[in-house]
């Protein structure tokens, strides 16, 4: 195709799935010969990647949205694109009668629209169409959009689309559709062109990652895929999320422990420390099989970080439930806890059967509480590495110090004037907080350092 001299502005919110699809859209236009612009008002494509998992996140895509109105009031020629979750898998005509400025709705992780209605092309069209992903490019590979080449020392690459395990709090599945896994070669082939273009550790990514495979009908898992792109020339780290405690298995741990590119780092959520609680929201587990679980992972991966997800304030939560989600924090002693209130969202099976009837008030003072907690508790393991050596994979310099992260996934700054970026150097740990430590770098180590 000839090369196109217009531009393109991409706005991005939510998870990092939406992260890496806002990236692979922006190969896919550069494929077509567009160029990336900071600046919306001087794009040619404006594209808002949405989030919709809290009412907040879909009130500030339509608040962008009406925003940037009037740039295609003032340019009729400018293309809008719409996508993401606020579209959904199911929405695109709805939305088209209410946002009629807006030219092109896209579904989440999918480019095939905008770039059909830019292309004009039947055989891109067509090739796009009979492809099995449906965020393939036209050569198969990504190229790291302008903007970010040279930069960009980790990347996320989707493994699983959708969800098919609907707890009951969740949007996600009914605006990303069915659980869909990506070719195992075609991940391969993304991995390796990541590579070769500087990027020294990929994050795979799916709703529920350790269903990757289940769809597929040569019997490939999560644990094969961590076993070949081991193997992948240039790539460092290798790191997955988000795991489900139903489907997290041995042989995971098994490759985590053995591969010597898999960071020992997982995200495993329970979301609920009480069984009543975890039953309402179908999550499909006892308090006591989290618990085992935890204590297998801990057992086959020695020294290893695990982060868990809680919600407070569920419908119907007592007083006494809490405690529970509270006792077991505080039992376990993770190395991350995510905390959120429970907000009702609209379509899911929890706004529609349960009342929220636990007060802001007490969601507010039970975050809190947890909130403390896992700060004490973070503070007491990040202090464990006092005076440590580790090995940090060095992202980017941020006001002055470089920031980089160890293989369990805590973040380290040190100071430096050499360019650090993309490099995994030793360092001695100087100073420890609950959410981020301080080093200084070790010109030489006195012993060997093993990438993990």
């Known amino acids: 195709m000839d090369k196109l001299d217009k531009k393109y502005h991409i706005w991005t919110a939510g998870c990092q799935m939406n992260v890496a699809d806002s990236r692979r859209l922006g190969s896919s236009l550069e494929h077509l010969g567009y160029q990336y612009t900071e600046k919306a008002k001087d794009a040619d494509v404006l594209v808002l990647n949405t989030c919709v998992v809290r009412q907040s996140a879909e009130d500030k895509a339509l ?64 090739e796009a169409n009979a492809t ?19 930069k960009l020392v980790s990347a996320f690459i989707p493994i699983v689309y959708g969800c098919s395990h609907a707890c009951t709090y969740c949007i996600i599945p009914y605006r990303r559709g069915i659980e869909e896994s990506r070719p195992l070669e075609e991940i391969l082939v993304e991995a390796r062109s990541l590579a070769r273009q500087g990027v020294k550790e990929i994050t795979l990514l799916g709703q529920i990652v350790d269903r990757y495979g289940k769809d597929l009908e040569n019997g490939e898992n999560l644990a094969d895929l961590l076993r070949l792109l081991n193997e992948v020339e240039g790539i460092e780290r290798i790191r997955f999320l988000t795991s489900h405690p139903n489907y997290f298995d041995v042989e995971v741990m098994h490759a985590v422990a053995e591969l010597e590119k898999v960071m020992p780092h997982f995200e ?52 006494e439930q809490f405690e529970r989600s509270y006792q077991l924090l505080g039992d376990l002693k993770m ?49 464990r590495l006092l005076g440590e050596t580790v090995p940090v994979l060095f992202e980017a310099k941020v ?22 970026r993309g490099l995994i150097l030793p360092v001695r740990i100087t100073w420890t907080g609950p959410w981020s430590m301080q080093a200084q770098l070790l010109k030489s180590s006195p012993e060997p350092i093993v990438l993990k």
């Not at 308090?287 to 297998?296: E, G, T, V």
């Not at 969202?345 to 509480?369: E, N, W």
Request: some cysteine.
């Open 268 to 319: 495993v959520p329970i979301q609920a420390g009480d069984d009543e609680v975890l039953e309402n929201m179908h999550r499909g587990y006892t308090q006591a099989d989290y618990r085992a679980l935890i204590a297998k992972i801990r057992e086959e991966v020695p020294n290893c970080s695990i982060a868990t997800d809680i919600i407070v304030g569920f419908p119907g939560e007592t007083d």
């Open 335 to 383: 190395d991350v806890a995510h905390l959120a209130r429970y907000s009702p969202r609209k379509g899911t099976v929890s706004q529609r059967r349960m009342p929220d009837d636990v007060p802001d008030a007490v969601k507010r003072k039970r975050f809190h509480r947890l909130e403390s907690l896992q700060k004490t508790i973070a503070s007491e393991i990040n202090a």
């Open 63 to 126: 608040g962008y949205l009406h925003s940037i109105r009037p740039l295609k009031e003032k340019n009729p020629n400018l293309v809008i694109n719409l996508m993401g979750c606020l579209v959904g898998v199911r929405g695109a005509e709805k939305l088209r009668k209410k946002l009629p400025f807006v030219d092109v709705f896209s579904p989440p992780s999918d480019s095939g629209p905008l770039i059909a209605y830019l292309s004009q092309d039947a055989d891109y069209i067509a």
């Open 132 to 150: 099995q992903s449906r965020f393939a490019l036209m050569d198969g590979e990504i190229i790291i959009p302008e903007h970010e080449r040279g």
């Open 399 to 420: 006001k002055g110090r470089w920031r980089g992260r160890t293989p369990t996934n805590k973040l380290v700054f040190v100071e430096a004037d050499d360019d650090l």
